[in-house]
């Protein structure tokens, strides 16, 4: 499988996900709104929606190009063992499987655990394993940023937006 298919069903498993998510997982996982404030399914409906918006222009790229084929000199690829059978173009921000799927579980597993141990211990546990992922072995500084990013979104969340978060609460 060359790398423009493999980056094509990447892309289009990641905007899968978006329409699930924007059809089924926010619709059903965010509390009713309460009349008052933001709706506490915007800021997961705008991430979705950003993270669909990018995928879907990323495959219409690779489309674009795979169906142009406009060739590329051997110096402006970035992948030239592409060149020789798929016609070649640059990719920017190329998928790698592995790397989808070690950020896409633990983010599903994440809004999973938010509605059975609240929203405040499931984030510090999403942040540190995170940190963890991209390489930070300092736990002191690690645990410090995990607390003060759970701290400040909450309270964006809750006195600046005026939403509820999802899940059980640990301060009402």
């Not at 009713?32 to 993270?51: E, F, K, Q, T, W």
Request: glycine residues 8%.
């Amino acid at each position: 499988m060359t790398r423009i298919k493999r980056d094509s069903i990447a892309y289009l498993v990641v905007i899968g996900f978006s329409i699930f998510m924007l059809a089924w997982g926010v619709p059903n996982q965010t509390p009713a709104y309460p009349g008052y404030g933001a709706s506490s399914a915007l800021v997961p409906n705008v991430a979705v929606g950003i993270m669909l918006f990018m995928a879907c222009l990323s495959l219409a790229i690779i489309l674009i190009a795979h169906y142009l084929k406009k060739p590329l000199p051997v110096a402006e690829s970035e992948f030239p063992e592409d060149l020789k059978d798929g016609g070649g173009f640059t990719q920017i921000g190329r998928v790698n499987m592995q790397y989808l799927a070690t950020v896409m579980v633990p983010s599903i597993l994440f809004v999973i655990a938010i509605e059975y141990i609240g929203y405040i211990f499931a984030s510090f546990a999403f942040l540190m394993f995170l940190q963890y992922l991209i390489g930070s072995r300092r736990w002191l500084q690690s645990i410090l940023l995990a607390v003060i990013l759970t701290t400040v979104l909450y309270i964006i969340m809750r006195y600046g937006f005026g939403v509820p978060v999802p899940g059980p609460q640990l301060f009402e």
